[in-house]
Structure formats: C-alpha cells, structure tokens
C-alpha cells in the first residue's frame, strides 16, 4: 500500500536538511521537461554573453535581494 503524500511530507521533514535538499531535487528533477539541444545552447551563448559583459563593459551587479526588491517594488507586491 503507497503512502499518502501528508505521511512522506513529515517523514521527509525529519530528514536532515541536506537530505531533504536532495530528495525536492530529485523530485522536482523527475518532472521537469528535457531541455532540447536548442535551448541549452541558447543558454550557453547567453551565460556566455553576460560574462563577457561582466568582464570587458565595466558593468557593476546587482545583489540579489536588491534585484528581487525593485523587481517588487515595480510591480507593487
């Protein structure tokens, strides 16, 4: 008989954090679409642009949590 999905949910919650880490890996890797040869190059030219940019443009990042707010702030959340 399977388990319902409350029971594995607090089982899983008494994992250790790295564990639990790695098992929502796994199961957000189980359902996620395979990426076509196109899009993963699309994404190679682009990290590659971006660190191009990074290094040649004098452009200065922007961390994280700042991103995030203007990005909030922007749409009024």
Do not use: C, H
Request: glycine share 2%; proline share 6%; net charge negative.
């Amino acid at each position: 008989m399977s388990k319902s999905i409350d029971t594995l949910a607090k089982e899983a919650m008494d994992l250790p954090s790295d564990q639990r880490l790695a098992l929502a890996n796994r199961i957000l890797t189980s359902v996620e679409p395979e990426a076509s040869p196109q899009i993963e190059a699309a994404w190679d030219a682009e990290i590659r642009e971006r660190i191009r940019r990074l290094d040649s443009e004098g452009v200065v990042p922007v961390p994280a949590a700042e991103a995030f707010a203007t990005v909030k702030r922007r749409l009024g959340a």
